[in-house]
């Protein structure tokens, strides 16, 4: 219903506004008119006044220049061109007593021009003829002063009448421009005024228009819609505070520290275990900015600087304590105006939630599995050592020889003594990585020297394989400041996986170059590749890159050793892989 009532309403205005812009075209039309009237009758006077009687005087005039020039007897030119202009002038008689002065002056001309007339009666003839002449004359003065006293009282006339419908048609227009427009803005003000007033929330506003048109039925539709507003508006508001309540309860229960600001940075909520570790009362800091309260709060200050999943230890439960900082951005639905595009965003930013997660006994078991496995790889050594060395004298002549199959027996029980060795190594390192017990000798290193120590290591299992290592260096480069026992060990750990993953014959690239500021070590193999979905998550700890069963898995410990080493030095490790092409590890450090 309200769609056709607002059609109607429209289609109202809109005939109004026709009708009182063709009213103003109708004024504009009759003005017009009256002023072409009389402009008319104004170029009629002129007209006549200029044409007829000065047609006379001009033919009057030749007339008599003819006769002042004229000698007994007239000459046949003078009399043609005479006879010409009299003609002319019998065709063109206007003015009252003129045709009798016409016909005088004809009876003179022909007496003029007889071939029988005597020189006294030619020039009796002559005056005769001049007197008509200007007689001629004066009746059309006299009938151009008459007519201009006409055509200048016509102007007068005119003047005064386009004054007059000029004076009336500034007054209608006046009064229609002064009070038309305020026919329709006056309304479409209030009605603004209204709307502004319900977008502030203010849903009691009332519109009342005293007129009985159509504008009374729009406020009618506006009071009724404000109406509804205001009971919706009330309906909602006890469901939405006992909403608020409940998710604050849920909030306030929950085992994590959590703390809510706004888009202003302002203190939105903060939960009791929030509380009681940032040690700040919830009814004060509500409402404050962020930022100030962190200035005088440490931990606060921290939690807001640092990055997401970022571990923290604080002091809680009368102990130290482990937690991970989470923090999320807040988006709601973009329901408000925005001036800063003509297009609504879906969503808007509406703050921050920080949350610390207590990770104290997960803490507590990642602690006691390092110190489980420092303790295991520790006693591990020596048995495995124990197992070496009676390999190496069971390999010896002097005890006993061995038959093919036996020695092949020892050979595997060897490896598998060598894999153990390095598993429980890089065990032992790795648990010295997570206690912080990492020990790191720096000293200024020269590239090549490391790349020697980590290549002559390697040498004799890559030309087992039939592999070529090949080192890429320049004569010079700058020292790093490295622990050179650590760096090789990385280096090694690169030139293992390669050689592993190196088909028979084939080749080890080992790069050293100057990038900028830092010496980057590279070492390439052209095997199978790794997929790219591998390569993120190669440093990770116990990862392997599933294999077709052709080569041996490690740990899932070295590269994540490596990492832990190089970044510890303060330098960078990455890898470059594609399938069909081999891989290409790589790490950077500092230069002195």
């Known amino acids: 219903m309200t769609p056709v009532i607002n059609k109607f309403i429209i289609m109202k205005i809109k005939t109004k506004l026709r009708l009182g812009f063709g009213f103003l075209f109708i004024v504009?039309?009759?003005?017009?008119?009256?002023?072409?009237?009389?402009?008319n009758r104004i170029s009629k006077s002129s007209e006549v006044v200029l044409k007829d009687n000065y047609e006379t005087i001009k033919?009057?005039?030749?007339?008599?220049?003819?006769?002042?020039?004229?000698?007994?007897?007239?000459?046949?030119?003078?009399i043609t061109r005479f006879e010409k202009n009299?003609?002319?002038?019998?065709?063109?008689?206007?003015?009252?007593?003129?045709?009798?002065?016409?016909?005088?002056?004809?009876?003179?001309?022909?007496?003029?021009?007889?071939?029988?007339?005597?020189a006294g009666a030619f020039q009796g003839s002559l005056v005769e003829a001049r007197v008509h002449l200007r007689q001629i004359d004066q009746l059309n003065m006299q009938a151009i002063r008459r007519k201009n006293s006409a055509a200048q009282q016509s102007v007068k006339n005119a003047t005064v009448y386009i004054g007059l419908a000029a004076a009336l048609s500034f007054m209608v227009l006046f009064s229609f421009i002064v009070?038309?427009?305020?026919?329709?803005?006056?309304?479409?003000?209030?009605?603004?005024?209204?709307?502004?007033?319900?977008?502030?929330k203010n849903y009691r506003q009332r519109l009342e228009f005293k007129s009985n048109n159509e504008f009374t039925e729009l406020a009618d539709a506006f009071n009724e819609m404000a109406k509804q507003l205001n009971e919706w508006d009330s309906s909602n508001i006890a469901k939405l505070k006992s909403e608020k309540l409940r998710i604050e309860a849920i909030i306030g229960e929950m085992s994590d520290a959590i703390i809510g600001v706004n888009e202003q940075n302002q203190i939105l909520f903060i939960n009791d275990v929030a509380q009681q570790i940032l040690n700040l009362e919830g009814r004060v800091v509500v409402g404050k900015n962020a930022e100030e309260l962190a200035q005088k709060n440490d931990l606060l200050r921290s939690i807001l600087k640092n990055r997401t999943d970022e571990q923290m230890k604080i002091f809680a439960d009368g102990k130290e304590s482990y937690f991970q900082l989470d923090s999320r951005e807040i988006n709601v639905p973009n329901i408000e105006k925005?001036?800063?595009?003509?297009?609504?965003?879906?969503?808007?930013?509406?703050?921050?939630?920080?949350?610390?997660?207590?990770?104290?006994?997960?803490?507590?078991?990642?602690?006691?599995?390092?110190?489980?496995i420092a303790t295991v790889s520790h006693e591990l050594k020596t048995p495995i050592s124990s197992i070496k060395m009676s390999l190496k004298l069971l390999s010896d002549d002097r005890v006993g020889k061995m038959n093919t199959e036996q020695l092949q027996l020892v050979q595997h029980i060897r490896e598998?003594?060598?894999r153990l060795l390095k598993i429980t190594s890089e065990l032992l390192n790795l648990s010295r990585v997570e206690t912080g017990n990492l020990q790191l000798q720096f000293n200024p290193t020269d590239p090549s020297m490391i790349a020697n120590y980590a290549i002559d290591a390697i040498k004799l299992q890559a030309e087992q394989k039939g592999v070529k290592l090949e080192l890429f260096s320049r004569d010079t480069l700058p020292q790093v400041m490295a622990d050179s026992e650590k760096t090789a060990w990385v280096l090694i750990n690169f030139l293992s996986n390669a050689l592993r993953y190196s088909p028979e014959k084939s080749r080890i690239v080992i790069q050293l170059a100057e990038r900028e500021s830092m010496v980057e070590f590279s070492v390439r193999d052209f095997g199978k590749g790794i997929d790219k979905q591998y390569q993120q998550r190669l440093f990770e700890r116990y990862f392997q890159v599933p294999t077709d069963g052709t080569n041996k898995s490690g740990s899932g410990l070295g590269l994540a050793i490596s990492k832990d080493f190089i970044e510890a030095e303060g330098g960078k490790i990455w890898v470059e892989s594609e399938i069909g092409e081999g891989s290409r590890f790589c790490f950077s450090l500092p230069m002195i």
């Not at 039309?29 to 009256?34: D, I, M, Q, S, T």
């Not at 007593?97 to 022909?110: I, N, P, Q, T």
Request: charged share 25%.
């Open 179 to 200: 009070n038309f427009p305020g026919f329709v803005a006056d309304p479409l003000a209030e009605l603004l005024s209204g709307i502004r007033e319900i977008s502030q």
């Open 416 to 418: 598998d003594s060598d």
């Open 59 to 78: 033919l009057t005039g030749e007339m008599r220049r003819l006769l002042d020039e004229a000698q007994f007897p007239l000459s046949p030119a003078s």
């Open 338 to 372: 925005n001036e800063d595009s003509p297009m609504l965003r879906a969503v808007r930013p509406a703050g921050k939630v920080y949350v610390l997660r207590n990770i104290t006994q997960f803490k507590e078991l990642d602690t006691a599995k390092t110190n489980f």
């Open 28 to 39: 504009v039309l009759f003005f017009g008119a009256v002023s072409l009237f009389y402009m």
């Open 86 to 118: 009299l003609i002319a002038e019998e065709g063109n008689i206007t003015e009252p007593g003129e045709k009798a002065e016409v016909e005088k002056l004809r009876e003179a001309f022909e007496k003029l021009s007889a071939s029988n007339t005597t």
